[in-house]
Every structure is written in structure tokens, then in C-alpha cells.
């Protein structure tokens, strides 16, 4: 082998071997997701929980949010919606509907994470006898039912849990819509499951979290963090709080139009990127210090990117170790790139057949490379620097 084949050998050998190993730890987690089973809640008292919902001028939705979450409360839970820096009247509209509101106005400091302190000040200054078991949180468009609220509060004991956090499917929404919802079906129901399975956690995303009061008490909640949810499970599980993922729990949002889900996949995948970026490595150090392997996982997990990202990198890092073959380069890292890709491909598929049918038709899936260049714009966005203000999205 030549001077210069050896160098395009290593070359290509560089571009493709940290690919290769996200593009792996994506298809052992996702094949792990679609066997993880439901865990069976464990049966006792039901402890008593207040549900907090923060809102921010959701005037026009939080009487129908309201609506049909009350009836869905099991005895001893409450309701407290958090109005937070409204300029419409979503607390009084709540408050008719049947919830108790709090109203916190502070334009300096905006985000869910400080609604959630907020809420924590508010339910701290109770008596002891009036403050409850379980702190959960829900999204004021989000809708779930009382056997995935019972789920949560019952095993939310001593560790903080996550429900399944879906998107409610629509076939006959946009393409790009679908796709989205399909991704968001992969993040939080199969490589959820996986994770949970492969690390023993979860991570938190935002809607459907529920927390023992102590840990919810001290939790670091005042921060405009835009993935808070996710930092804070971060912080929790390096508290040796791990959150767990209880699969037998789901809410369910509502999707959004093609520009409102192009809003809220820039602010999530800006966060996420900006945060795995920071994290993800050093939590892999430590867990190889420690010889913790579950903890290795979780590291491995968070430095996978999002779905759509993993892919477009994957097919340019297969042309550029492509192109460096014809300069010379072995073929072995471009076939394991492709052989990765596919396995990948395989995975998608399984999940498609498995769970995502009603999330995704057909015809919309066909249209995935679309989806891809319909995201570009998205990444060059982000190459700028990761959002720093909270994107709403309807």
C-alpha cells in the first residue's frame, strides 16, 4: 500500500469510526426498545399528587385542557396551573374551568423551569398536612387518563419517573408533519425503552414527569435552560436520582403545523446538541472511571444525535469514505459505514412495523429524503449557535 493510500486509509478510518459507533448504539438501542416490556405498578395506597401545568397565554386552549383532565384525577389529586407571564387571561379562564391557578409575572425571567419553581414555592409554604406525596408535571395542551396518572404516582417513591411523551398521530396531517411525529415516536417510546432497559433510567422530557415532593422540593427547577426537562434529569441522575421510565404511562400533545413543528424540532435539537456536546463525553469518562458500564450507556446515549442529523452525517461521511476509496483508501471503513446504515434503516423499519403505523403512513414515509432537506436549513440555523429564547410553537 502506497504512502498516500495509507494516509487515505486513516483518514477515512477517522471519519468513519465515531459514526459507526453512534449509528450502533442507535440500533442496539432501538432493537432493545421494541422488547423492552411494560413494568407492572406496584400496588399499595395511591399517594396524594398535585399535577402542576405550566401556561403561558394559553387563553384559547387551557378551559379544554382543564376539561378533560379533571375528570381523569383520581382522589387526592389537584390541579394547579401556573399563568406565567400571561397577557390574556388564561388564570381566570382556568380557574373557571375548575383547576386552582397561581399567577407569577417576572418578564426578566422567562421559561418552564422557573413556572416549576414557582409552583415549588407556592406548595413548600403549605402545612405539612396539606403538602403531597407526588409533584407532577404536565403541558397545558398535553391530555392523558387516570390508569397513566396512578402509573406515575405509583412509582414515583423515591425516584423521579417519565411517561411516554407523544405526539397524538394524524394521518392526514403534512408529511414532514408525520415524519416529525414518527422521530418523536423513536425518541420517547423505543429508545426510551431501550434506555431504560440498557442504563436502568430515562430521561426526562418535559410533559409527563412526576417527582417524589422531597426531590422536587430541592431540585435545581429555576433555570432558562430551553431543554430544562432534559438538564434536569441530568442533574437528578448524577444525584444518584435516576428517573425511571414507566412505559404503561402516556400523554399525548398535539401536533403542530409544519412551521410550528419546524419551531419546536429548532429548539429542542438546538438544546439537545448544545447540551450533548457538554455533557455527554465527560459523563463517559466518569463512567469509565467508576467501571459503572450501565452509566457508560447513558453517556453513549445522550451523544447520539437526533435522528435526522445521524443520518444526513451518515450518508456524507459514506461519500467522503467513499470518495477516499477511489483515492485509495481500504473499503473497509465505507462498507462498515454502509452496513451501519442499513442496520439502521432495518431498525426504522422494525419500529415502523411495530409501533409507528399509526403515526406514519406510507405515503409520508416515502417522502424522507424531503424530510431531509426540509431540515437543512434547521442545521445551518443551528451552526450560527444554539437558540437561546423560547420558541412557541401552536
Not at 408525520?178 to 415516536?185: H, W
Not at 430551553?226 to 434536569?232: G, N, Y
Not at 437528578?236 to 435516576?242: C, N, S, V
Request: glycine fraction near 6%; aromatic fraction near 6%; charge should be positive.
Amino acid at each position: 500500500m502506497t504512502a498516500v493510500a495509507v494516509i487515505a486509509t486513516v483518514v477515512a478510518a477517522l471519519v468513519a469510526a465515531p459514526l459507526l459507533a453512534l449509528t450502533a448504539a442507535f440500533v442496539i438501542e432501538v432493537v432493545a426498545g421494541l422488547r423492552s416490556p411494560a413494568s407492572p405498578s406496584p400496588a399499595g395506597v395511591t399517594p396524594r399528587a398535585v399535577i402542576v401545568m405550566p401556561a403561558h397565554d394559553e387563553g384559547p386552549i387551557i378551559a379544554a385542557t382543564v376539561a378533560r383532565l379533571l375528570p381523569e384525577l383520581p382522589p387526592g389529586f389537584e390541579l394547579l396551573v401556573v399563568a406565567d407571564n400571561c397577557r390574556d387571561d388564561t388564570a381566570a379562564i382556568a380557574a373557571a374551568a375548575g383547576a386552582s391557578v397561581t399567577r407569577r409575572d417576572d418578564p426578566t425571567r422567562r421559561g418552564k423551569g422557573y413556572a416549576l419553581a414557582h409552583a415549588r414555592d407556592q406548595i413548600a409554604v403549605r402545612s405539612p398536612d396539606d403538602q403531597p406525596a407526588v409533584v407532577m408535571v404536565l403541558d397545558a395542551d398535553g391530555a392523558t387518563d387516570r390508569a397513566s396518572l396512578l402509573a406515575m404516582a405509583a412509582r414515583a417513591t423515591d425516584r423521579p419517573v417519565q411517561a411516554t411523551n407523544l405526539l397524538a398521530p394524524d394521518l392526514t396531517a403534512a408529511p414532514m408533519v408525520q415524519v416529525s411525529n414518527f422521530a418523536f415516536v423513536i425518541k420517547n417510546l423505543v429508545r426510551q425503552g431501550g434506555l431504560a432497559r440498557l442504563a436502568g433510567r430515562a430521561n426526562l422530557t418535559g410533559t409527563g414527569m412526576a417527582f417524589p415532593w422531597p426531590i422536587f422540593r430541592d431540585a435545581p427547577l429555576a433555570t432558562s435552560d430551553i431543554v430544562e426537562d432534559l438538564a434536569l434529569g441530568l442533574d437528578l441522575a448524577r444525584r444518584g436520582k435516576l428517573p425511571c421510565y414507566v412505559p404503561e404511562a402516556t400523554v399525548w400533545s398535539a401536533a403542530s403545523s409544519a412551521e410550528g413543528t419546524l419551531q419546536q424540532r429548532q429548539r429542542w435539537e438546538g438544546g439537545f446538541l448544545a447540551t450533548s456536546l457538554t455533557r455527554a463525553l465527560p459523563a463517559m469518562v466518569a463512567a469509565l472511571r467508576r467501571g459503572d458500564a450501565r452509566a457508560l450507556w447513558a453517556g453513549l446515549s445522550l451523544a447520539i444525535p437526533p435522528l435526522t442529523l445521524l443520518l444526513m452525517l451518515d450518508l456524507a461521511a459514506l461519500v467522503v469514505t467513499g470518495l477516499l476509496v477511489l483515492a485509495g483508501a481500504s473499503p473497509w471503513p465505507a462498507l462498515l459505514l454502509a452496513a451501519a446504515l442499513t442496520a439502521a434503516a432495518m431498525a426504522l423499519w422494525m419500529a415502523w412495523r411495530r409501533v409507528g403505523r399509526p403515526f406514519l403512513s406510507a405515503g409520508a414515509a416515502a417522502r424522507l429524503p424531503l424530510y431531509v432537506l426540509w431540515k437543512i436549513p434547521l442545521y445551518l440555523k443551528l451552526l450560527g449557535g444554539r437558540p437561546t429564547s423560547w420558541l412557541r410553537a401552536r
